[in-house]
Structure formats: structure tokens, C-alpha cells
């Protein structure tokens, strides 16, 4: 049950209604009209704008509207008082009878609650992670990774028909150097004496696994031979075996992708060619020379014609190239394919997450779909996930020495947990920095919002426990009375519950899971307060001795809170806690 969109719905036939009457106009565009829960919990329980986005469509001011919609919406059975406040924002305040109907809801849905069909099956591509696969993933991808991944759960619960991709980049340059980097490591797994790593190469340890398989599966078939006998068959296996690790890194942050993208699949297939033809039928190529970068001219900058996107023509700042000097594509080309090949697959919404410092991406891949599939077809959301910083009580992390450059991601879930990890990593906003001391995640304190969630639904776990062990079961929610609730706490957590559907909605619509974890910290918040509460008054506790009757209702409340913590600890990919 979604009171606001419910809400919603009556204020669209109230419009109807009045449109039908000749007091508006007919055909008004409804689309920015929006039932939400107000800033102000003192001014009501839903508030509708309305008047003042259809005064202008209306051709009368917002109050006047909001006068005549208020009138009809003052017939509905489940309004109590609808009021207007400033200029034309109207707040109304439901009826009692809404909340015992809402709980009941909650019990029916389980742990479903708050999931919809919001999104209408619309096929969304959501592309996180998408790390080098020239080593472990380090702590810098694991604010994207649990980011992407929350983000696809969100849309799921929402109605979007998802799918999650990383991006592999298999083809240039940096490919080749972690081949001849693992070819050292194979000399060495033979036996023979390395010495230090040069300059230029990955000298990790996590390749000392590598250059042994390899070692076991040819022998000594490639000692002494020239690159060119080596380093397609190295280049392969490192991949394989690079790529394997990533996996293993990301499940035990819980994290799967259904779809791993080859970049050089791209070339070999001629998808490449593909798109840029695309581009040049449309009228979007042209050979022509770029203006010199800003600032410093770097080194290599070369004034020469070239083969260019109009990117500009699509809200870039500079047109993109699609060749080098010496003819083959640029990596700008790669993306435009792999744009391309998500447009042909259907997505109607590409979702890129990536790291603060590839802001430049943001527009020249929205030009980029713009172009290929026309403006307004395919909506394409980058979202940048800001630095992580590492503190154990308040002093910085060492890095790690099997990476020899990092503090690995497995390092972090290794120490703390996955749920913590990813819990952690959704209390900010993505844009914004984010430190994280592992003594703090990890303490047992109120502190802690992982644990302050996670102790809500374990306590609700606990009653429900000593209530079965006492004999009293929790298998007919539907028969509780919800009227018996009326402390001004349980009022309040109902309304906490109603408006959970309208975060996933609201989440989901700004592409921002963190406002899960802050409104499941809220909302444990108001539990512990009745909790708390319970302990000075007695009629408030969960189990009252000698009524079983509020006994049974109380429990069922209970059950129906567990199912939303749940459900919303489900979506940011942690598992309920049953005791702590």
C-alpha cells in the first residue's frame, strides 16, 4: 500500500472531475503533479503542489486552484482535514482508519513492502565497477561497486527491468604491459632470478599466481622467445585469471554482474567500425583539427586533421576524436560502440557509475547516445563517487603489501564484514567524501548506524523469539486491532512505515540509494524511542501481561516494522540481523 500515490491518484480525479466541469482546463499536463509527505510533520500527512504547478497550464492563480481542489478533496472518506497554506500548497491530514489499513498491508506484503511496478518495466543498463583488470580492485572501487549494486536493487524493487554490467577493458596498451609484467613472473615460478620489477610494469604480488600457472600449464615454452610467441597466450591467461580474482573480490562483497562486456570484443567483431559508420551516415563525422588544450599544450599535441564527433552539437565542450595519428581508434571510439551496443539491446536508460575524477565522461557520453539514438530517446545518468578514506582510530591505513601499491578491497570486507562495508559506503551521498575508521563501523553503539539498524531489527527478532518460546504465536497478524494503537508513538512509526514506498520511489527516481540507509536509520530511530519508552510506561511494552489482545496487536506491529528494515536492508544488499 502506497498512501501517496493512493493520494496521488485522487487528486488526478479531483482534477478530472473539475476539468469536467469546465472550471479547468482539459488535457493539463499532469506530470510534475506530486502527493509527498511534507517537510513539516505538523502541517499534515500528505502534501500536494498541485495549484502551483497547474496555475500557469490553468490560466488562474494558485490559490484560486487550490481552492477548488481542496473542496473536492475534502469528499474523500479517508481525509480528516485538507487545508491551504501559502500561496496554493495544500496539506491534508488522514483519517485513523488509514494507518490500522496500512499495517495490515505491510503483513500481507512481507518483505516486499514498498516494492512496485513504479517503473513500468522500462530496460535500464546500470555499468559499475568496470575496473582495469590489471589487479585486485583496491578500496577506491568499493564506494562504486556498492553503489552500482544498490542502485540496480533499488530500480528492481522499483519496477525497471535491470541489468548489471561491467565493462571489461581488455584492448590497449595497458593490457599488453600486465602480460609482459606476468611474463616475469613466470621466469620466476622456472626459477630463474628477476631482480627488481622495472619501472613501467605492475609489480604486485597478486601476479606470483599468475606467472605459476602459467609456469604449470607451458612449462618452459616461452623462455628465450621473442615477445611476439608469448604475448597473446600470456595476455589471455592473465586475463582470464585477473578477471576470475575480480569476481571472487566482488562476491565476497556480495556483489554479482550479470553481464561482463569485452572491450576488445568490440574490435574484433567490427562493432567499432559499426558505430562510427552509424555516426557518419547521420551527419555527425567530419575531418577537421581541434583548437590546442587549454592552459599547458602537452607534449604530444599534434595540429592535425582528423576524424571528429560533433560532440557539441549534442552539449559537449570540444568535439571528440575517433582516430590516432597512426589510424587506429581512439578509446573515445570504443565508447561510442559499446554506447552503440547498449542502445541496440534496447536500454532506454544507461546508467554509468564511475569515480570523481572521470567527470569529463559525463557529457561526451550523454552527446554520444544523444547522437546515435536521437535527443530525448535514451536517457543516460552518470553518477561519481567520491574519494574513500581509510582511518583506524583516527589514523590513516597502511596499504596493503600483497598490492604493493593499495588498500585492496578485500582487505576492507575481510576485516569488517560485507554488510558493514556496504551499509558504511550508502551514509553519504555519492558526490560527497566519505571516511571510514574501522574501529567506528565496528563499535556497538548508537553511534554506528550499521549497528543501530541491524540492533532494531535484532530486537524486534528477540521479542517475537520470547513471545513464541511463551506460547504466543505471530501466525494470525490479520486478526490484530491496530485501533488500540493510539500512543503518539505508534502514530508517528506508522506514519514512518507509509512513507517508506515513496523513498523507493523518490530513491529510484533521483538515482540515490543512500536515501534508504537514512531513512532506515529514522526509522530505527523511532523504535528505539519506543522501545525506550516502554521500559517507564508499561501499557506501552510489546507484551502486556494480562492482555492478550494488545499483546497479539503490538506483535504483529512489530512484525509489520521487521518487514520494512528488512525489506530495506534487502535493497542496500545486507542480510537482517536475527540477534546481536
Not at 587506429?328 to 570523481?356: C, H, M, P, Q
Request: overall charge negative.
Amino acid at each position: 500500500m502506497n498512501i501517496f500515490a493512493a493520494f496521488q491518484s485522487e487528486v488526478e480525479t479531483a482534477l478530472a472531475a473539475l476539468a469536467a466541469e469546465g472550471k479547468l482546463p482539459p488535457n493539463l499536463d499532469l506530470s510534475k503533479v506530486a502527493a509527498e509527505p511534507p517537510r513539516d510533520a505538523s502541517h499534515g500527512d500528505v502534501a500536494i503542489n498541485a495549484a502551483m504547478v497547474l496555475s500557469k497550464q490553468a490560466g488562474s492563480n494558485p490559490r484560486a486552484l487550490a481552492e477548488l481542489l481542496v473542496a473536492k478533496l475534502k469528499a474523500s472518506p479517508d481525509v480528516a482535514d485538507v487545508s491551504i497554506a501559502g500561496p496554493g500548497f495544500i496539506n491534508a491530514r488522514l483519517k485513523a482508519h488509514v494507518w490500522p489499513r496500512l499495517v495490515q498491508s505491510i503483513l500481507k506484503q512481507g518483505n516486499s513492502f514498498g516494492h512496485s511496478r513504479f517503473g513500468q518495466g522500462k530496460k535500464v543498463n546500470v555499468e559499475y565497477v568496470s575496473a582495469n583488470p590489471t589487479g585486485p580492485l583496491h578500496v577506491g572501487h568499493v564506494r562504486g561497486a556498492v553503489f552500482g549494486d544498490a542502485l540496480a536493487a533499488l530500480l528492481t524493487a522499483t519496477g525497471f527491468d535491470v541489468t548489471k554490467e561491467y565493462y571489461i577493458n581488455d584492448a590497449g596498451a595497458q593490457v599488453d604491459v600486465l602480460a609482459r609484467s606476468v611474463y616475469l613472473r613466470y621466469l620466476e615460478a622456472l626459477g630463474q632470478n628477476i631482480g627488481e620489477i622495472p619501472e613501467g610494469l605492475y609489480p604486485g604480488e597478486y601476479l606470483k599466481p599468475v606467472g605459476e600457472a602459467l609456469a604449470r600449464e607451458f612449462g618452459k615454452a616461452f623462455v628465450d622467445q621473442p615477445e611476439s610467441a608469448w604475448l597473446a597466450k600470456v595476455r589471455d591467461k592473465t586475463m582470464a585469471m585477473m578477471m576470475d580474482m575480480i569476481r571472487d573480490d566482488l562476491a565476497a562483497l556480495k556483489i554479482t554482474h550479470e553481464v561482463f562486456f569485452s572491450e576488445k570484443s568490440l574490435h574484433t567483431s567490427g562493432a567499432v567500425d559499426a558505430a562510427i559508420k552509424r555516426l557518419e551516415q547521420q551527419g555527425h563525422i567530419y575531418q577537421g583539427r581541434l583548437d590546442p588544450p587549454k592552459g599547458e599544450v602537452p607534449e604530444d599535441w599534434e595540429d592535425r586533421e582528423q576524424t571528429l564527433f560533433r560532440a557539441t552539437a549534442f552539449g559537449d565542450d570540444v568535439d571528440r576524436p575517433l582516430k590516432k595519428s597512426d589510424g587506429s581508434f581512439t578509446y573515445f571510439a570504443s565508447d561510442v560502440a559499446y554506447s552503440n551496443d547498449k542502445i541496440n539491446r534496447g536500454f532506454k536508460e544507461l546508467v554509468y557509475v564511475l569515480g570523481a575524477d572521470h567527470g569529463g565522461y559525463v557529457k561526451r557520453l550523454q552527446a554520444v547516445a544523444s547522437a546515435l539514438a536521437g535527443e530525448g530517446t535514451v536517457n543516460v545518468v552518470v553518477r561519481l563517487c567520491q574519494l574513500v578514506k581509510l582511518f583506524r582510530n583516527g589514523e590513516p591505513v597502511r596499504m596493503s603489501k600483497r598490492a604493493g601499491q593499495f588498500v585492496t578491497l578485500r582487505d576492507v570486507v575481510d576485516e569488517v564484514g560485507p554488510d558493514v562495508v556496504r551499509f558504511m559506503m550508502l551514509m553519504r551521498r555519492n558526490e560527497a567524501p566519505l571516511d571510514f575508521d574501522f574501529a567506528k563501523v565496528t563499535e556497538q553503539s548508537k553511534d554506528n548506524p550499521v549497528f543501530y539498524v541491524q540492533y532494531a531489527h535484532a530486537r524486534i527478532s528477540s521479542v517475537l523469539k520470547k513471545a513464541r518460546e511463551a506460547g504466543i504465536t505471530d501466525d494470525a497478524p490479520h486478526a490484530a486491532d491496530f485501533d488500540l494503537l493510539t500512543d503518539e508513538s505508534e502514530i508517528g512509526l506508522m506514519r514512518k512505515l507509509a512513507s517508506y514506498p515513496r523513498v523507493l520511489e523518490a530513491a529510484a527516481t533521483a538515482h540515490e540509494p543512500h536515501r534508504i540507509s537514512f531513512y532506515l536509520h529514522e526509522l530505527a530511530a523511532d523504535f528505539h524511542a519506543l522501545w525506550n519508552k516502554g521500559k517507564e510506561a508499561p501499557q506501552l511494552r510489546f507484551m502486556v501481561e494480562g492482555d492478550a489482545r494488545m499483546t497479539r496487536t503490538r506483535l504483529a506491529f512489530l512484525t509489520a516494522i521487521r518487514y520494512c528494515i528488512a525489506s530495506g536492508l534487502g535493497i542496500l544488499g545486507l542480510t537482517p540481523a536475527e540477534d546481536m
